[in-house]
């Protein structure tokens, strides 16, 4: 996993999208989600998610961190957990290996 921040290759218009969707998603996040930001460096994106109840997981609080990569927003980008996790979905590395995740990814910046 690449610490090195890609906000250099990235466009103005990708990045105040980035930040403006990282500012909604703080104001009104997903139910069990929270979003962490790095102000200097809007491609460093984490999250805290809860284990949803009912599952192995509930009770648990899981890190996740988003990567893109050079060629954001026309690749998606690579999820990795932090926070070690057993799930047929997520590598020992911590990412996650989810076809539909590419398959499904739109790059439009509506």
């Not at 890609?6 to 998603?25: A, G, Y």
């Not at 690579?78 to 590598?91: E, G, Q, S």
Request: contains cysteine; hydrophobic residues 35%; proline residues 8%.
């Amino acid at each position: 996993m690449s610490s090195i921040s890609n906000v250099e290759n990235l466009s103005p218009q990708t990045i105040r999208r980035l930040v403006r969707e990282q500012e909604e998603l703080i104001k009104d996040p997903p139910e069990g989600i929270r979003i962490v930001v790095n102000d200097s460096d809007v491609t460093d994106i984490q999250a805290f998610i809860d284990g949803p109840a009912g599952t192995p997981y509930a009770g648990g609080r899981f890190n996740v961190k988003l990567v893109l990569g050079k060629d954001f927003p026309h690749t998606p980008p690579k999820a990795y957990f932090l926070t070690k996790i057993f799930h047929p979905n997520v590598a020992s590395s911590g990412e996650i290996c989810v076809n539909t995740l590419k398959r499904d990814w739109k790059q439009d910046l509506e």
